[in-house]
């Protein structure tokens, strides 16, 4: 079974300062990570994922996570941040192979920015 | 153009009503999901099916029943409806061949009085 633990339940910033929103896993078998967005009163919507390969993913948004494997982290990092970005993020995990695609998600972190 | 929806968007209801909430994606995704939201935010998945066929039932009450009519369609009914199942109701499918990637509906948001 996995976990996933987002220990920022609330991080407030403000515009144009940098983020950082951190992500834990736990798992005993390879996984896949994601991270999903949240607007208010809105669906998930995926922002970035890691399968494999490099360990430093990128959104077109200016969002990048990097895979710490020896850290089981995935944390989310914006150098510079929007009023647009306030909203609801979720790091989520899924095993590689097996799981039926089951994705197992975090508490979230709610990112507010302010002016 | 809308990729997955839900109707209704809102339903209030009273303990003890039955209720059901529909789900369609235009994507011709082959797998579809249920997830449920509660008021801390947290999302669990509840059901998953793949073409018509269930492969994930997470520790749900067998008063919720999923129905998949066909390959588009994932719907949720719920009978002998409790306060505790107020929450944020989620659909969302994804393809075989992209089975990581999945797209959520905009959410149903049930009230249970």
């Known amino acids: 079974a996995q976990s996933v633990t987002q220990l920022d339940s609330q991080v407030p910033v403000f515009e144009e300062a940098p983020v950082e929103l951190r992500c834990n896993y736990s798992?005993?078998?390879?996984?896949?990570l994601f991270w999903y967005v949240q607007y208010p009163n809105q669906g998930l919507q995926l922002l970035l994922k890691y399968l494999s390969g490099s360990t430093l993913v990128e959104s077109i948004n200016g969002f990048e996570a990097e895979f710490n494997k020896s850290q089981t982290s995935f944390h989310l990092r914006k150098p510079s941040v929007h009023i647009s970005d306030t909203a609801e993020y979720f790091c989520?995990?899924?095993?590689?192979?097996?799981?039926?695609?089951?994705?197992?998600f975090g508490t979230g972190t709610q990112l507010k920015v302010e002016l | 153009d809308t990729a997955v929806s839900q109707t209704p968007k809102y339903l209030v209801t009273q303990m003890g009503n039955d209720k059901s909430i529909k789900c369609e994606q235009n994507l011709g995704h082959d797998t579809m999901y249920w997830y449920k939201q509660d008021s801390k935010k947290f999302l669990k998945i509840m059901f998953s099916?793949?073409?018509?066929?269930?492969?994930i039932n997470e520790t749900v009450p067998n008063r919720f029943s999923p129905k998949s009519p066909d390959k588009a369609h994932l719907n949720l009914h719920i009978n002998s409806l409790e306060l505790g199942d107020s929450a944020v109701y989620f659909c969302?499918?994804?393809?075989?061949?992209?089975?990581?990637?999945?797209?959520f509906g905009p959410g149903t948001r049930l009230t249970v009085t």
């Open positions: 099916y793949n073409n018509k066929e269930l492969i």
């Open positions: 798992s005993s078998v390879s996984v896949y």
């Open positions: 989520a995990v899924r095993e590689v192979t097996g799981g039926g695609n089951k994705l197992t």
């Open positions: 969302a499918s994804s393809s075989r061949a992209v089975s990581y990637e999945q797209y």
